[in-house]
């Protein structure tokens, strides 16, 4: 069985760190990718990162780059997400997802949704 588990959500002040973690089980890390979601209230979830751990190829959307960097421990079966410089706007619940790395696509699809997905951790940033 496929399971995502993500920790490391906090209550942070503007300009501080958190680094999430996303544990996995259940399938073949090095055969999949993983991405960073994030869905902040009243708003669509959107894609935050993402990262393949066949070759390390990273993915980030504009707002996370400079600031967010996904990392990989195959060792752990773990995905990363360092956030550094925090604003009120990166206040949101963040999920992590899995796919194939042939699938990777679904991370960038607004119709087709990647099948794994873990139950969130909410950052809270405050002024």
């Known amino acids: 069985e496929v399971q995502l588990a993500e920790s490391g959500g906090d209550l942070v002040q503007v300009g501080d760190s958190l680094r999430l973690s996303c544990e996995t089980s259940?399938?073949?890390?090095?055969?999949?990718?993983i991405a960073w979601f994030r869905q902040a209230p009243g708003k669509e979830r959107e894609l935050v990162s993402s990262i393949s751990n066949n070759d390390g190829s990273t993915y980030y959307v504009d707002f996370a780059k400079g600031r967010f960097t996904i990392s990989s421990d195959n060792a752990k079966n773990t995905v990363y997400l360092q956030m550094n410089s925090l604003k009120p706007e990166d206040t949101a619940v963040y999920y992590c997802?899995?796919?194939?790395?042939?699938?990777?696509?679904?991370?960038?699809?607004?119709?087709?949704?990647?099948?794994?997905w873990g139950q969130g951790t909410r950052v809270t940033v405050s002024l």
């Open positions: 259940g399938f073949t890390f090095r055969d999949y990718a």
């Open positions: 997802a899995a796919a194939s790395v042939d699938r990777l696509w679904v991370f960038f699809s607004r119709s087709v949704k990647s099948d794994y």
